[in-house]
């Protein structure tokens, strides 16, 4: 099983829709989590880190619920631009080493 | 700027040739690490450095690979005898605390 799971997608909303994205992960013992955007061709780059609590930025907000071992991304009124492939990433508590997950790629359409 | 750099931007060698990939980290960040990205695939963990240490080196794909980091600083991954199937994308970020920063890759095709 993969440390951190994604699912692939791709999912296809029309612009203004609200989507969100899951992600699990396997080590308990995991202390920090955050969500990366990827274009098409291009680095990854922090979208936000991910607090117990739950963070908004704009019409972006991140969960996370320790117990059951999964991140949420939401995103409302979706743009255009909000295209890309999203990654989960976690920070292991044993290692201390980030591990993405695969990604979840977002395509909004006009 | 102050980001992570990488070097060559692009890379088209022959199957068979050795090659060397180069980060240059964001300076002061500890800690740096090498994935790989195949078009229209995910991240694939290559090998990650605490410092000049290597503690996981579990995604290098065969023993053609390897990566040293000196100094704290500069990293090269080399690719001995390249073969067709490793042509990707190299990424290469550097991290201070948690976030990690990426350099903009190597385009690597071999022929």
């Known amino acids: 099983r993969k440390e951190v799971e994604q699912d692939p997608g791709p999912f296809n909303v029309p612009e203004g829709a609200t989507v969100a994205f899951n992600c699990t992960y396997s080590?308990?013992?995991?202390?920090?989590f955050f969500w990366y955007r990827q274009d098409c061709r291009k680095e990854p780059k922090l979208l936000m880190s991910v607090y117990s609590s739950g963070n908004e930025d704009g019409r972006f907000t991140a969960q996370l619920n320790r117990a059951s071992q999964y991140i949420s991304l939401l995103i409302r009124d979706s743009k255009l631009s909000d295209s890309a492939t999203y990654l989960c990433?976690?920070?292991?508590?044993?290692?201390?080493?980030?591990?993405f997950g695969q990604g979840t790629t977002l395509q909004v359409k006009p | 700027g102050a980001g992570v750099s990488q070097s060559p931007s692009n890379k088209v060698t022959e199957k068979g040739k050795d090659v060397e990939l180069r980060c240059d980290p964001i300076?002061?960040?500890?800690?740096l690490y090498w994935y790989r990205q195949s078009l229209g695939q995910g991240l694939e963990f290559l090998i990650y450095?605490?410092?000049?240490?290597?503690?996981?080196k579990s995604g290098l794909p065969s023993d053609r690979f390897s990566a040293e980091r000196t100094g704290g600083s500069v990293s090269t991954l080399t690719i001995q005898r390249t073969q067709q199937e490793d042509s990707a994308v190299y990424l290469c970020?550097?991290?201070?605390?948690?976030?990690?920063?990426f350099g903009p890759g190597t385009r690597l095709l071999v022929l």
């Open positions: 990433v976690v920070l292991s508590g044993n290692t201390g080493k980030l591990i």
């Open positions: 300076s002061g960040h500890t800690a």
């Open positions: 450095f605490q410092g000049n240490s290597a503690p996981d």
């Open positions: 080590n308990s013992a995991s202390q920090s």
């Open positions: 970020a550097s991290s201070s605390v948690e976030t990690q920063y």
